[in-house]
């Protein structure tokens, strides 16, 4: 009980809410240590995976490559990043971010799997008549690959990018331990100091900026995906239907 509380006084003093140490800015370098690599992690993975799932070629490669990058534990990627990477930032002028490049880097590695996979998974499971019907109506390939099988694949795609943005937010926080700023300072810092107030609290604030991502693509995937291609409350999946007077192909499938 006496940790609770030194952990609420923790988040109760106003010094842990200001100054370059503080919260706010704690928060800020972590969120530019998540969102950067997830945004360059998807524009690399997205259209290669959504490539390989239109057209299967390189598909055994791709998918082997991305499990063996989800295999490799995310300190090692880390600690090979920054020992590859930092001597040559330094090098050209880069001291100052070297660790923060570094380590966006190797959370780009991260991020890139499952995104890939998801992203070729869904392209490759569309329904091929409907495939087809797009093909039937004069679609060209890229159009059958954007107005056919990324509105069907979409469900699945946007978990990939919930996976991987969730395991970048929670790994970003090792990169404190190659002195980058971030949440996981909190943690580092703690443990040199012998302060299990704010271990405790830094954890609190990783944990709780992970949930919170969660339930943001929750809603976004909520959002954006087709009612049609929602899971339906009875199990049953709506057939599906390609039509409208642009040809613009609807696929609704339940899961």
């Known amino acids: 009980m006496e940790l609770f509380a030194d952990v609420a006084a923790w988040f109760a003093d106003s010094a842990n809410w ?9 928060l800020a370098e972590h969120l530019v240590l998540s969102v950067v690599p997830l945004l360059l992690a998807t524009a690399v993975a997205l259209p290669v995976g959504a490539w390989i799932g239109h057209t299967g070629r390189f598909s055994n490669l791709a998918i082997n490559v991305a499990n063996v990058g989800r295999a ?18 330094v090098s050209i002028g880069l001291r100052a971010v070297s660790s923060e490049i570094a380590t966006i880097i190797a959370m ?12 070729y998974v869904g392209i490759h499971e569309v329904d091929r008549d409907l495939v087809e019907a797009g093909r039937g109506m004069g679609m060209g390939e890229l159009q059958v690959l954007t107005r056919v099988e ?12 919930r996976t991987a943005a969730v395991q970048v937010v929670a790994t970003a926080t090792l990169g404190a331990v190659f002195a980058t700023g971030g ?29 919170a991502t969660e339930l943001a693509f929750a809603v976004i995937r909520r959002l954006v995906t087709s009612p049609g291609l929602r899971a339906r409350p009875n199990g049953e999946s709506a057939p599906p239907q390609i039509g409208g007077g642009n040809g613009a192909a609807v696929a609704s499938a339940g899961t």
């Open 108 to 119: 780009v590695a991260l991020a890139i799997p499952p995104i890939l996979t998801n992203t």
């Open 183 to 211: 949440l996981g300072r909190y943690i580092i810092d703690g443990i040199a100091q012998r302060r299990d107030d704010e271990v405790f609290a830094g954890a609190l604030l990783v944990a709780g900026l992970s949930i």
């Open 150 to 161: 990324a509105p069907a694949a979409l469900a699945v795609i946007l978990v990939g990018i």
């Open 18 to 26: 200001s100054g370059a140490d503080g919260v706010p800015v704690r």
């Open 72 to 89: 490799i534990p995310s300190l090692a990627i880390l600690a090979v990043a920054t020992m590859l990477l930092q001597g040559w930032l």
